[in-house]
């Protein structure tokens, strides 16, 4: 049976809406930290345009912090784009875990999804296909209402700093190392990923003092994760034996 | 740096973030990557995280600094318990700022 076309017009409404509901929680979430960032690009000297442009394009919150610090301190392009790199890797993750859901569609569909896939964004998306079958109109809704969200808050974040005249007040600064902090916590699922943290933390705060530069962060990263892998395979293999 | 030197950093960072984003979900469709690689790339987003943390938190002007007056130190515990207990990434980030606000306001910091 074939729905009349009115009744498949009003039913995609519904879905357009349903994706902007799921979106809420995130909007809450991206006004403030987009508005964050879009203050600390003001005063790191970033035009408007760019600021907007990196929000649009990039749409990746800790990386455009990071590179917001980056160029405040004039660090070369190429350690940005690299340091983006590592920061964004994660997305890998993400999008391997949510391609069983996408079989179906099209390849320029599945594009336009992976553009906007954030942790967030992850996050919702993950819930919605564990639930039931939701519609491409709303799952691709409910990643434009998020980075809408997102470039919308920088937007207002460099309009506001025109009046801010010193972030540390507000502890704007902090933005960063608490997201860091929360990020770390709700990825951590087991015991050896809090010994990786550890461990990989403390070994990029010893590069960082032995004089790499900005490359402690890629170099502590790639060590770190090999030692939980190699840890893994330690502890897979202890248990073999005992049994 | 140039606003012309920054917005081709932007296209650079553009593309090294949608290249990780699309790929897998690209090509994957049903299939799955080796173990090996899954296992390593479960432990890259903690990695790199505690790898900006640390000295984000930990080293001021060059040196680790565990004193009472590094405020960012102190104040990632709070951010922590919130974090753990909450699973809100803003919940987290408001107290970690708010509790970095006010200590600069009481103390002058």
């Known amino acids: ?243 | 740096m140039d606003q012309k030197t920054i917005l081709l950093t932007i296209l650079g960072m553009a593309l090294v973030t949608y290249i990780p984003r699309l790929l897998p979900v690209w090509v994957l469709a049903s299939k799955s990557l080796p173990q090996p690689v899954v296992a390593w790339l479960r432990y890259v987003p903690v990695a790199v995280l505690a790898a900006m943390l640390f000295p984000a938190i930990v080293v001021q002007d060059d040196q680790v600094d565990l004193g009472l007056s590094n405020l960012f130190l102190w104040a990632a515990f709070p951010t922590l318990l919130v974090a753990w207990k909450t699973r809100s990434l803003l919940g987290s980030v408001i107290v970690g700022a708010v509790v970095v606000a006010v200590a600069r306001y009481m103390f002058g910091l």
């Open chain 1, 1 to 243: 049976m074939n729905p009349s076309p009115s009744a498949k017009a009003s039913s995609t409404k519904m879905e357009w809406l349903a994706g902007v509901v799921q979106a809420g929680p995130i909007v809450l979430g991206y006004i403030p930290i987009g508005l964050a960032f879009g203050v600390l690009a003001q005063k790191a000297g970033i035009s408007v345009l760019n600021t907007l442009l990196m929000s649009l394009l990039v749409y990746a919150g800790s990386s455009q912090l990071i590179a917001v610090g980056l160029f405040a301190s004039r660090s070369p392009a190429l350690s940005v784009v690299l340091t983006t790199f590592v920061v964004n890797l994660r997305h890998v993750l993400l999008s391997a875990a949510l391609s069983p859901f996408l079989e179906r569609w099209r390849k320029r569909e599945i594009a336009a999804f992976a553009y906007q896939l954030t942790d967030e964004t992850f996050a919702v998306h993950a819930a919605r296909f564990a639930s039931g079958t939701p519609s491409k109109a709303e799952i691709l809704t409910t990643n434009v209402t998020a980075q809408t969200a997102w470039v919308f808050g920088s937007w207002l974040g460099v309009v506001v700093g025109q009046s801010i005249s010193d972030v540390k007040p507000l502890a704007l600064d902090y933005v960063l190392p608490a997201m860091f902090i929360a990020l770390m916590v709700l990825q951590t699922q087991d015991c050896v990923q809090v010994g990786v943290a550890l461990a990989t933390g403390a070994l990029s705060v010893g590069l960082l003092l032995m004089g790499v530069g900005q490359w402690n962060v890629i170099a502590a990263t790639l060590i770190g994760a090999t030692i939980g892998v190699m840890f893994e395979a330690f502890e897979i293999w202890i248990k073999k034996r005992s049994c």
